[in-house]
């Protein structure tokens, strides 16, 4: 089989990229919290780590989401009968992004939390 053009590579993922937040109501749910945070970001003035923080978390998430998204896709192409092995698959991915999804909430918290008290009680 003949390998794709690397240009054709990087227009396969932003294909992948494009239908994921055309077609998956999470992940437009985590391109919300992304620019919540950004809007955060910049309003509180966050220090460089902190963004490094914030922007390593967004980049987990979404990233876990395409791949729960991509392996839902590939189960429900295999089957569609109930499986066992089928449902964990999808529990277990699906359990993945939240797992990365609650990381980022603490660390949102520990983040901007003190920063909005500041900013309420001067």
């Known amino acids: 089989m003949k390998k794709p053009r690397l240009i ?21 749910i985590h391109l919300f919290a992304t620019l919540l945070v950004i809007a955060l970001g910049l309003s509180l003035h966050i220090r460089l780590w902190e963004w490094l923080v914030c922007i390593g978390w967004i980049f987990l998430v ?3 989401e395409m791949f729960n998204t991509a392996i839902e896709n590939a189960v429900n192409l295999v089957t569609s009968d109930y499986n ?29 939390l003190p920063k909005i008290i500041i900013l309420f009680t001067t």
């Open 84 to 112: 066992l092995f089928a449902q964990k698959a999808k529990d277990i991915s699906a359990g993945a992004v939240l797992v990365l999804a609650i990381g980022a909430t603490i660390s949102g918290v520990l983040i901007f």
């Open 8 to 28: 054709n590579s990087f227009k396969y993922a932003f294909t992948g990229i494009i239908t994921a937040v055309r077609d998956e109501r999470n992940m437009k």
């Open 62 to 64: 979404i990233g876990a």
